[in-house]
């Protein structure tokens, strides 16, 4: 399966982002809803007005019933706390309204900018890192980042309600007070210590969650091959020794954000015993009435779950800066196909030209070592040679999708570096040994390249394709359902509906890239007549291991480690009895006509 269990360690790809750095990127995403952030502070410092409002009052009227306890002013009493009690629930109403309205609008840009970075990422770049992994920052990594709006905003809430309780436990006693005070910041600096433990602790809880899905997404999208290879008990084995890991680690996680509260709750309890034992001999000295002192230790409850809430703030704000650096982390990602300009073409003439170019998937491996090679425009060019001559590299190079480590690539005599990359592959054609087909409909596949196409111009170019007689055999002509992966579809009806949609974008160059391999002759013979059409008239870079697709080409170039060895048309190349007379006789004599008349004739 390729599953490595180390899969912890950070991605290549991934940095290091101070708690500055990640708070100034999250704040710049809340400036679009600064307007709603405006009311929801409104409302919060409404909120702490009533939340604060609530004791003060409640001591005022017990003072108040020492001395006067008629209805009249127990009714009052009793209506006052129930307004007080409306009001802050609707206050509190407001703030979540308008809370949850920026929240998910910051989630949506992020999440929109998260995935236009997968889209613009190189081909490299898939091939370096699981797609699984790359979904888990894109979903639940931007979920849980913007779970650190809600915390900062309980945050704003909470200072607001210790600053108004700070203002009024003053007024009643400052000497108490500066014991309140003195306690503090043994809970700050013990909630504080937690911090290094819960960033760490978090990021191998989302590295291992990724990892999760990873392997899920790779399980499902080959399931096929596992039940043909009757592999279910073992990939479900794999599974589970990864769902172990990934629970030894979220447990770790859930240990370390549960001991913090408990821990600050036992300093908060100390300290609210040394506040009642020295507030009850102050009110026992007269120095403040039974309502303040009942006030003073009301508000002191209020005081400790804000205080410990702040304490803990910087270790649960972990938990969304450390989604955050790994979404960040793949939206700063640095792409390895760099465009020197961005130059557009009005047309192209297909005229492609190596010099020197020097090539590598990985550095100790070269593919291509001071390539040259010429393809006129209109030119139909055969690349042949065993696996891992630098055949695909050559197509892969030609569109873009990597970058060459030396050389010039010149497409109509302009550097490649230099050509705005999406006007230049609307000229670029590409048809590849397995090719894919979003779900939907076999006219809508054939339509993506050109999604202004008419259905009149979709069936044009469908029927081109195979003179059209493909389209018979399915049940519902144009308007069949693909399937996931065009999954309805057999190997050959997906070529054939991948050629029709080359067909319909009109392109100047077209690489097929072993576009017959995995068909049966007669679907052969089909796809050969569409390729026919497809080619006409174009530059066409074919890499093939069928002779039908090879021996009609203008020119074969014969490849083996990356360098030329043998270039012609097909008769020339087999009187010299070189490489390819080889791979004829290897590969492709058993496919020729001739050969299957000389079988013929043997046999009878």
Known sequence: MGFIMDGLDAEAYDRQYNDRELVRRIIEYFRPEARRMAIVALVIFLTSLVNTGLPAFVSASLDRLQVDSSDQTMLVITGVITLLGILGWAFNAVRQWYSAIAVGNVTLRLREDAFDAVVRRDLSFYDQFPSGKIVSRVTSDTQALSQVVKLTMDLMSQILLIGLLLAYLLSVSVRLTMILLILSPFIVATALAFRKIARDTVTQ???????????????????????????????????????????????????????????????????????????????QAGQITAGEWYLFIQ????????????????????????????????IDAEPRVRQIDSKTLESVRGEIRFEHVDFHYNEDEPVLTDFSLTIHAGETLALVGHTGSGKSSIGKLIARFYEFQGGRLLIDGHDIRTLDLQNYRSFLGIVTQTPFLFDGTVRENIRYGRPDATDAEVEQMARLVGSGDWLAS??????????ERGSNLSMGQRQLVALARVLLQDPRIVIL???????????????????????????????????????HADRIIVLREGKIIE????????????????????????????????VGSQAA
């Open 474 to 483: 399915l049940p519902e002509g144009l308007d069949t359902q693909v399937g």
């Open 299 to 330: 508000g002191l409850a209020l005081f400790w779950f804000p205080l410990t809430s702040i304490a803990s703030f910087w270790s649960q704000f972990q938990l969304g800066l450390a989604a955050g650096e790994r979404v960040f982390a793949l």
């Open 205 to 283: 809880s989302r590295r291992v969650n990724a990892i999760v899905s990873a392997h899920i997404q790779e399980t499902v999208s080959g399931i096929r091959i596992a039940k043909t290879f009757r592999q279910e008990q073992n990939i479900y084995e794999e599974f589970l020794e990864v769902n172990r890991q990934s629970y030894r680690i979220n447990l770790r996680t859930g240990y370390t954000f549960s001991s913090i509260f408990p821990i600050l709750n036992i300093l908060s309890g100390i300290g609210t015993a040394a506040l009642v034992y020295f507030g009850g001999l102050t009110a």
């Open 513 to 551: 890239d072993e576009a017959t391999a995995s068909v049966d002759p007669l679907t052969e013979t089909l796809i050969q007549e569409g390729l026919d059409t497809v080619l006409a008239d174009r530059t066409a870079i074919v890499i093939a291991h069928r002779l039908s697709t090879v021996r």
């Open 567 to 598: 270039e012609g048309n097909h008769e020339a190349l087999l009187r010299q009895g070189g490489h390819y007379a080889e791979l004829y006789n290897t590969y492709f004599r058993h496919q020729s006509l001739e050969y299957i008349e000389e």
